[in-house]
């Protein structure tokens, strides 16, 4: 039976790991994931998990250490932030091309420099195109049940690809929530037994991974991954339909909040999205048609669900938690890509919330605001914004 | 395993080749041929080979033909072109000399 607990973001990862049981866990301490490894090293003291955790030099050797315990046959997971994510990336696209269903937890956190240890979204953002497969997460509970899925969405053999679960730094991950659990019989249930169709330790029929791939094999390797992403969109889906069952939580590719009938839109990732549902709540009891879009995945991207989803809105903005300078923010660039056949539909971009600096209702109400001038007008002035920047001539 | 048959010849598809480029069978570099990245080739010389066999020892790449303990020539299909037997062939004998393809 699922109990509730109280426990924060890294609590909830490291907890939903130490039910998962898995073989191998590599990984090196960063902010703020920090106490992921940190209490699941405690759940190997303690003889609670069977894991062999290897602790590495770098995030490096950690990633490095996953794909070797993958490729090998092993359930393998890990957590990382920021640096460790940027200095794990030519690892990362190395553990997605050689199809290796390695689940990690990334507790958001902004690239330096100028240092900075706060949440925005600039690092998995930044690893949005290493094939790994990106789910987001409001909460701490939506982290738990994430990575719950994570391992069966990653180790389908119509997928094979890992999955990056993202929350919040600090806000999610350090943030003491009342979530719901599941009992360590039911996650086994749930998650099964690991049966990779090739692995290197498989004595009755050995295999080489990660051989030299020329020209006349890359591009049709690259295609095959592609495969995986667009099998992974059904998957996903099968996967939070049992883990519904399961739980009573409803999970799909994004969740709408007042949507359908809504007039503007918030499209907004993680803990964001928590605060906007208030400001929703507000302004439709003034009367005020608005609603929010939260991706829960960005990685496969499910255009033609969203391009649906937002049909009948008059604005949309969509809000950035990372920049790419000298263009858009990364989740505007794919809204307006799938929204480009529906041409009479406004859609500005917010950058904000850059190195954890705080978002409350009143900036979401401004965006709001911003969207009904929009509406009115039917004039977008600037496409993209700094959300509460201060600057010369401003407010 | 699966048991699941896969193509691997330069004109098989995405969906036909083993994922990830995983090489599925042992021993199956004999049907990658090297021969064309040759620049210089070696010549071998059987009357003045004194079969010490150190061109077979020092090649790379597999491709110095022995047979019944002796060697009887060069494999032209794998053979790079790197020149180490030529330099490995003892002064005395001289047996491999590299040349212009």
């Given at each position: 039976m699922a109990k509730r607990v109280s426990l924060s973001g890294n609590e909830a990862a490291a907890f939903a790991m130490k039910q998962i049981n898995p073989d191998v866990v590599a990984a090196y301490p960063i902010?703020?994931?920090?106490e992921i490894p940190q209490y699941f090293s405690q759940f190997v003291a303690n003889g609670e998990v069977d894991t062999e955790f290897v602790a590495v030099e770098s995030e490096h050797s950690a990633m490095s250490a996953c794909i070797g315990s993958s490729a090998a046959g092993a359930r393998t997971m890990t957590a990382t932030s920021s640096q460790g994510l940027a200095f794990m990336w030519e690892m990362l696209y190395i553990a997605a091309s050689m199809r290796l269903p390695i689940v990690m937890t990334v507790a958001n956190r902004a690239l330096s420099g100028p240092l900075n240890i706060h949440n925005d979204h600039s690092d998995s953002m930044g690893a949005r195109d290493t094939g790994w497969i990106q789910l987001y997460s409001e909460s701490a509970q939506e982290t738990y049940d994430n990575i719950m899925q994570a391992i069966r969405i990653a180790e389908d053999p119509r997928v094979s690809l890992p999955v990056m679960v993202c929350m919040d730094g600090f806000?999610?991950?350090h943030a003491l929530e009342s979530l719901e659990v599941l009992d360590n019989a039911e996650v086994k249930k749930f998650i099964g037994e690991y049966d990779p169709?090739?692995?290197?330790?498989?004595a009755d029929h050995p295999v080489s991974l990660g051989a030299m791939d020329l020209p006349v094999y890359y591009t049709e390797h690259k295609r095959q991954q592609q495969a995986g992403m667009d099998n992974a969109k059904q998957v996903i889906l099968e996967v939070a339909q049992e883990y519904e069952k399961l739980t009573g939580r409803k999970y799909s590719y994004f969740e709408k909040y007042d949507l359908d009938d809504a007039d503007i839109a918030i499209v907004v990732l993680n803990s964001t999205a928590g605060t906007t549902k208030v400001v929703v709540d507000e302004l439709r009891s003034q009367g005020i048609k608005a609603g929010l879009l939260k991706p829960r995945?960005?990685?496969?991207?499910?255009g033609k669900e969203i391009a649906e989803a937002l049909k009948d809105v008059k604005a949309v903005a969509v809000l950035d938690k990372a920049d790419s300078f000298g263009a858009y923010g990364p989740l505007f660039t794919e809204i307006r890509n799938v929204m480009f056949d529906n041409k009479d539909i406004k859609i500005v971009n917010y950058i904000f919330g850059l190195g954890g600096r705080d978002v409350d209702t009143k900036d979401i109400e401004n965006v709001y605001g911003d969207l009904m001038d929009i509406v009115k007008?039917?004039?977008?002035?600037?496409v993209k914004k700094y959300l509460g920047i201060r600057e010369k001539g401003g407010e | 395993m699966s048991g699941k048959v896969y193509k691997t010849s330069a004109d098989a598809t995405w969906e036909e080749l083993p994922k990830a480029g995983i090489i599925t069978e042992p021993g199956n570099a004999q049907q990658f041929k090297t021969g064309d990245w040759r620049v210089e080739k070696p010549e071998y010389d059987p009357d003045k080979c004194i079969q010490c066999l150190f061109c077979w020892a020092y090649c790379p790449e597999g491709s110095i033909k022995v047979e019944d303990g002796k060697v009887v020539g060069?494999?032209?299909?794998?053979?790079?072109?790197?020149g180490i037997c030529a330099v490995e062939c003892p002064d005395r004998a001289k047996a491999i000399k590299m040349v212009i393809e």
């Open positions: 902010t703020p994931s920090t806000i999610t991950s169709e090739q692995f290197l330790l498989n995945t960005f990685r496969p991207i499910p007008t039917g004039k977008v002035c600037e | 060069i494999d032209y299909e794998h053979c790079k072109g790197c």
